[in-house]
């Protein structure tokens, strides 16, 4: 038995307010989606990025109505490439790793150019980028805790296959 998807609805308070005009494309980050249950439209989760990428067992049991249906996770075997890379690097991540990126570039260029060598500027682009090492370590954990969810849940097979039915 498939269960039924969790209802998406994207909000955007400023998309038909002409009050605004121009101003309304810099207040995008005031933009979510909520997600909700698909018998009782209880809301259940927000999202302020679009098609977050969320990791743990799809099936979820309404706190309202108390009857299951599939909230979009995934467990990490289940994900495709770009799902994965999205997990690892979303939006944000990517723009903060650009722009670190950026900086990194920028200060080797305006060093002396007797300073800077090979191991240099390794070490102050891996110092800029540490951020960004850090938040791909802490997901690798959320990365292995799934792994180890799919393989040791009985009904993963199920949803591999596609049947979802009772063992």
């Known amino acids: 038995m498939t269960l039924p998807p969790a209802i998406r609805e994207d909000q955007d308070p400023f ?6 005009g121009g101003l309304a494309h810099f207040l995008i980050f005031l933009r979510w989606t909520s997600y909700a249950c698909p018998h009782c439209q209880g ?3 927000r999202d302020f990025w679009p098609h977050d990428v969320r990791l743990g067992n799809p099936t979820r049991i309404c706190r309202k109505c108390g009857i ?10 289940e994900l495709r490439i770009a799902q994965r890379l999205r997990f690892f690097l979303p939006p944000g991540v990517q723009a903060t790793g ?3 990126l950026f900086c990194a570039i920028f200060t080797l ?11 240099a ?3 102050v682009v891996l110092i800029f980028l540490s951020p960004i090492l850090v938040w791909c370590l802490a997901r690798l954990l959320w990365v292995l805790r799934s792994k180890n969810r799919f393989k040791n849940d009985p009904f993963s097979m199920q949803r591999k296959m596609g049947t979802h039915g009772t063992i």
């Open 109 to 119: 260029f305006i060093a002396p150019g007797d300073v800077v060598d090979l191991l």
């Open 43 to 45: 809301v259940f989760r």
């Open 98 to 100: 650009g722009a670190l």
């Open 121 to 123: 500027g390794t070490v």
């Open 15 to 20: 998309a038909t307010v002409g009050l605004f």
């Open 68 to 77: 299951p249906f599939d909230d979009g996770s995934r467990e990490w075997p």
